[in-house]
């Protein structure tokens, strides 16, 4: 049982390139969550997904994509990366009274 | 709004009682959370108390709340270096699936 899974580990990018950060979680959980998490500022909510084909707009969702793909797997994309979206990325996933997260994507956008 | 405020750091002795506080703003709240962060890491659940609870007692961790105030706090017992780390409180917004997180306090601990 691996938890939250999340991919990659590191990323460097380019002002204006495109990425997709990865999340899968194996507990069969209905809802998932991305962060962000900046200096001095906790973490916001991106997006989350209540459950399997639904999304909804979290805190600060601007500048961001997501798919749930399935119950398993809920992605994130940038479409244009900014330096403003250098960040640490999480994922989670949660149970009835819990979320469980992620190891962390750092992302740098120079 | 929503709004979730603790201290920024706390540096305490080995062996000593850490005790990080933290204030909420929505009387909704179902759960109340405490996530510890380790460098280079991500969230790990620490504990978390029902919003009708007063105290929760896990092994070295006693979390108080108090509702009237909106106040929880996290007090840690003899408190060791690998207790270093930061630490977020989180409420449950109302009847949502949504976390709001505080800013964390980055607990220190010197021998």
């Known amino acids: 049982n691996a938890g939250v899974t999340q991919t990659p580990k590191f990323q460097v990018l380019k002002t204006g390139q495109s990425m997709t950060l990865q999340c899968a979680q194996d507990?069969?959980?209905?809802?998932m969550y991305w962060y962000r998490q900046d200096p001095g500022m906790g973490l916001r909510l991106i997006y989350y997904s209540a459950s399997e084909g639904t999304t909804d707009k979290g805190e600060v969702p601007n500048g961001y994509n997501v798919s749930r793909l399935n119950k398993r797997e809920f992605s994130l994309r940038l479409e244009s990366a900014a330096p403003s979206q250098t960040s640490v990325y999480f994922c989670?996933?949660?149970?009835?009274?819990?979320?469980?997260f992620g190891p962390g994507t750092r992302l740098t956008v120079l | 709004g929503e709004d979730v405020e603790q201290s920024l750091f706390l540096s305490v002795r080995e062996g000593d009682s850490s005790v990080i506080n933290c204030t909420y703003t929505?009387?909704?709240?179902?759960?109340l959370y405490w996530y510890k962060q380790e460098p280079g890491a991500g969230l790990q659940l620490l504990t978390y108390i029902f919003s009708n609870m007063d105290m929760k007692q896990d092994q070295r961790l006693t979390v108080l709340l108090n509702k009237k105030d909106k106040h929880l706090s996290l007090r840690i017992a003899d408190t060791q270096t690998g207790d270093s780390a930061i630490y977020f409180c989180?409420?449950?917004?109302?009847?949502?699936?949504?976390?709001?997180f505080g800013t964390g306090t980055r607990l220190q601990v010197f021998p």
């Open positions: 929505d009387s909704s709240s179902t759960y």
């Open positions: 989670a996933s949660r149970t009835s009274d819990t979320q469980y």
């Open positions: 507990m069969n959980h209905n809802s």
């Open positions: 989180a409420e449950s917004m109302g009847n949502t699936d949504k976390l709001i």
